[in-house]
């Protein structure tokens, strides 16, 4: 299969605490992006980074990327409430499509 | 709305029935993507475009599923003689070559 992994499968959290998730994939890979899909929504693209970048952020959000692991994080600040929703890394191989990890499921307690 | 737009949002048909489903990318994003998505999994890719070539089909699901994008705008994916097994949300996303996709609010189907 060339999906990979993602880790948790599911994380509960407090509201203002730090989540983090991580993504493995299997191919050598172009960039490397992540989405958030709230429960039968469409999925909103949240950021993107390239093969050559280590880390970016956007917001309260921080991603990094190891292309030695073949492996990227995200972790979310100050969680809230409205952050709860689904979370998928998605890698782009060259071009030919985004393949999407599993997903971590993300419920943020109020 | 400059978005990704898709529909329809839902659609209920009996087994047996043929279905068609439109995408409307992003009007300067010249590749355009179809993906399915069941319950509790990521998405799935089915096919691609680049403007208006088909440039990977191998991943439909069977040869009940066919997608076209006639003038390298719209798509349409259409799914033949649909069964219980094709219930799903259909997701269509467009990017720029190198870039971010973004993805429409997808078309659920349920087949009856």
């Known amino acids: 299969s060339q999906q990979g992994e993602e880790d948790p499968q599911a994380l509960s959290i407090q509201e203002g605490e730090n989540a983090t998730m991580n993504c493995s994939y299997k191919?050598?890979?172009?960039?490397l992006q992540w989405y958030r899909q709230n429960s039968g929504r469409g999925l909103v693209h949240l950021i993107l980074?390239?093969?050559?970048?280590r880390e970016k952020h956007s917001g309260r959000l921080r991603v990094t990327l190891d292309t030695s692991k073949k492996s990227s994080s995200l972790l979310i600040t100050a969680s809230r409430a409205a952050d709860t929703a689904s979370y998928f890394c998605?890698?782009?191989?060259?071009?030919?499509?985004?393949?999407f990890g599993p997903g971590t499921r993300l419920s943020v307690l109020p | 709305d400059t978005g990704v737009s898709q529909d329809p949002r839902h659609k209920i048909t009996k087994r047996g029935q043929n279905v068609t489903f439109r995408c409307d990318p992003i009007s300067e994003h010249n590749r355009l993507y179809w993906y399915r998505q069941t319950l509790g999994q990521g998405p799935e890719f089915l096919t691609y475009?680049?403007?208006?070539?088909?440039?990977?089909k191998s991943r439909l699901l069977s040869d009940r599923f066919s997608a076209e994008r006639p003038k390298g705008s719209f798509s349409t994916l259409e799914i033949q003689r649909t069964e219980q097994g094709d219930s799903a949300m259909y997701l269509c996303?467009?990017?720029?070559?190198?870039?971010?996709?973004?993805f429409g609010q997808g078309t659920r189907l349920t087949v009856v």
């Open positions: 475009f680049q403007n208006e070539a088909q440039l990977e």
């Open positions: 191919t050598s890979i172009n960039n």
């Open positions: 998605a890698w782009d191989n060259y071009g030919q499509n985004f393949v």
């Open positions: 996303a467009s990017n720029p070559l190198g870039g971010g996709g973004f």
């Open positions: 980074i390239r093969s050559n970048e």
